[in-house]
């Protein structure tokens, strides 16, 4: 079975869409079959057309990930007692981008007003794929708030030395 290794944000504007997809062009040039999965669509008020993180690995990858469920279908199903099917349809998805891997990227949920639920939902993602967490974020202010902003993200995984965090960037 395929490794997952969830990329979740510290806050928003971190830069995770780059870095999941600058994941997935990394191991596929290090020779490693790659994947990618995003379970639930993050909602941007510009967009139209397809997932964006998926359309940018079809472009960067050559390959086409499994479509995303709907933020709006995610939010009744996480908010209205569907969550274990949430989960099923999260590991659905996995599996579909794992059929050709070894190494599944799964990008998670940022935070935001119209996704208050995105932190529990990333952990739920964790847990529901036995990932590994890669917790991306960016440096700003202190040397103290950047580790604080680590370790509080790293929390919802089990903390940094005993959860599944396998590294930051």
């Not at 191991?27 to 397809?50: E, I, M, S, Y």
């Not at 349809?89 to 059929?99: G, K, L, M, S």
């Amino acid at each position: 079975m395929a490794q997952a290794v969830l990329v979740v944000p510290s806050g928003p504007q971190v830069g995770l869409t780059s870095v999941a997809v600058g994941l997935v062009h990394a191991l596929d040039r290090r020779g490693v079959r790659v994947g990618f999965c995003k379970p639930v669509a993050q909602p941007h008020a510009r967009d139209t057309g397809p997932e964006r993180s998926s359309r940018l690995v079809e472009l960067v990858a050559g390959f086409s990930p499994p479509a995303s469920l709907s933020a709006g279908e995610a939010a009744d199903l996480y908010g209205h007692g569907g969550r274990e099917r949430l989960f099923e349809e999260t590991v659905a998805r996995f599996e579909a981008a794992a059929r050709r891997a070894d190494v599944v990227i799964v990008e998670g949920l940022v935070p935001a007003p119209e996704l208050p639920y995105a932190a529990a939902l990333n952990a739920g993602i964790a847990s529901s794929l036995d990932a590994q967490v890669v917790i991306v974020t960016t440096p700003g202010g202190t040397p103290e708030a950047l580790t604080e902003a680590l370790e509080l993200t790293a929390q919802n995984f089990g903390g940094a030395n005993e959860g599944r965090v396998l590294g930051y960037i």
